[in-house]
Nanobody
Framework: QVELVESGGGLVQAGGSLRLSCAAS????????MGWFRQTPGKEREYVAS????????YYDDSVKGRFTISRDNDKKTVSLQMNSLKPEDTAVYYC??????????????????WGQGTRVTVSS
């Protein structure tokens, strides 16, 4: 079992930055891929970014590529999402996710095994 707890959400102006963090419990964190999804009211959960078990490979949705950076620290059992050049359309609840498949390239919500409770990000124009 893995428990994921996000932090770092908040209100920021367009063009600004935020850093989301996710703290994980469990003994097998370092063997799992990790990722971030987001959701706005009335819409399906949307893939944002993911990272393989070692942190060597990262993957991004085209909408955030070049602006967001995902990283992980296996010693601290944390994963982060650095979000720069934020846009109003980035406004959403962001979820930290864990996948027992270590590759990190899955992009469908159903492929992720554990979810955090979410943290809200609001970008004002």
């Amino acid at each position: 079992q893995v428990e994921l707890v996000e932090s770092g959400g908040g209100l920021v102006q367009a063009g600004g930055s935020l850093r989301l963090s996710c703290a994980a419990s469990g003994d097998r964190f370092s063997s799992y891929a990790m990722g971030w999804f987001r959701q706005t009211p009335g819409k399906e959960r949307e893939y944002v970014a993911s990272i393989n078990w070692s942190g060597e490979f990262t993957y991004y949705d085209d909408s955030v590529k070049g602006r967001f950076t995902i990283s992980r620290d296996n010693d601290k059992k944390t994963v982060s999402l650095q979000m720069n050049s934020l846009k109003p359309e980035d406004t959403a609840v962001y979820y930290c996710v864990s996948d027992i498949t270590p590759t990190g390239w899955n992009r469908e919500p159903s492929e992720y095994d554990y979810w955090g409770q979410g943290t809200r990000v609001t970008v004002s124009s």
